[in-house]
């Protein structure tokens, strides 16, 4: 793929974004690249501040820059005010296209009252279980699972062996990534004397659209309501969402985050990697939560939270955790001199 620095902006214009050429536009690019790494036929961006110390030792064909940092940068530049977000548009022009040629692979299983569009692409060692719907432009890549009655909507991609369960929803022009399980049961049990009795798990997973959700990550079905993803979530690797989970539109969660059962997740919040939520809580619209953070009660105005000790020293850590253990003993000695 290669294109002239011109035709790369006439496609951001496209988008609707307001850019400006300042530069050479017949200039060959044939890629994207960091600015450190770039080479004399590559487009790079600055978007951290922390990066500018490249701008006079760069490469780059030509960068993608902040109008108040044209003046630092003499070669070719596209003037943006969002430089990292007309970045992301073009990652869409280098992307090696996935293969999706129509019609269903001869080593695919497919049920004979499933409904598969005649433009879906159903790939080798796929399997779609009775009463599926798979709606058109459709890619499942190898080896994917559609369980009985699951819907899969138009313009969706499934990597391969990722898991759709049994009566799953999934929304138009989502992707879902390699090894994902969508609609596994939830851990639902009752304790008695004579051990743990399971709750068999009675609702599903709706997934809205545009939603991405990244490899390995799994989402457990309801218990009896279902687990709704709205509309624009996306969702990194390895993320557990618990039974009967709400998030609402345009959440961005990090990896490795783990959500408990009956967790309602606002709008447009964002969950760094790591972050823990005990069940039954609500978190409000437009809420950050920082990497690691443990949730225990629910969060009811937008803004930034955290919890938990910044890394030190080992040794300095362990003085400190001597000092936790102390906090009670010393708040009453407070309390008594204060009184």
């Not at 391969?160 to 009566?167: D, E, F, L, P, T």
Request: hydrophobic share 45%.
């Amino acid at each position: 793929m290669r294109y002239t620095l011109g035709e790369l902006v006439d496609y951001l214009q496209a988008q609707g974004l307001e850019v400006e050429l300042d530069g050479d536009g017949g200039q060959s690019i044939s890629g994207l690249a960091t600015i450190q790494d770039a080479t004399t036929q590559q487009l790079s961006f600055l978007a951290n501040p922390n990066y500018r110390k490249y701008l006079a030792q760069t490469q780059a064909a030509a960068l993608i820059l902040h109008p108040n940092e044209v003046a630092s940068y003499l070669g070719n530049k596209i003037i943006c005010a969002q430089p990292y977000v007309a970045f992301a548009c073009l990652t869409a022009q280098f992307k090696t296209a996935l293969s999706s040629e129509a019609g269903v692979h001869a080593q695919a299983s497919v049920d004979a009252s499933a409904q598969v569009a005649s433009s879906a692409c159903i790939g080798p060692a796929c399997v779609v279980e009775a009463g599926a719907e798979i709606g058109a432009n459709v890619v499942l890549q190898a080896g994917v699972f559609v369980g009985r009655d699951a819907v899969i909507g138009a313009g969706t991609v499934v990597h391969a062996n990722a898991s759709i369960c049994a009566g799953v929803g999934v929304g138009t022009d989502c992707i879902i990534h390699n090894n994902a399980v969508i609609g596994s049961e939830g851990f639902g049990f009752a304790p008695t004397p004579q051990g743990w009795l399971k709750v068999h798990q009675l609702g599903s997973v709706l997934i809205g659209n545009n939603v991405e959700i990244g490899a390995s990550t799994t989402i457990d079905r309801g218990a009896l309501d279902n687990t709704l993803i709205a509309d624009g979530v996306k969702i990194d690797n390895q993320v557990q969402i618990a039974h009967n989970v709400q998030i609402g539109e345009n959440t961005a969660i990090a990896a490795c985050v783990g959500i408990s059962g009956s967790t309602v997740i606002g709008r447009n919040c964002t969950l760094a990697g790591g972050v823990g939520l005990v069940g039954h809580i609500t978190v409000a619209d437009n809420v950050v939560i920082t990497g690691m953070t443990m949730v225990t009660k629910s969060i009811k105005q937008a803004g930034a939270y955290s919890s938990g000790t910044p890394m030190m020293p080992s040794d300095k850590w362990k003085r400190a955790a001597v000092r936790f253990s102390q906090l009670d003993k010393i708040a009453n000695r407070l309390r008594k001199l204060e009184s």
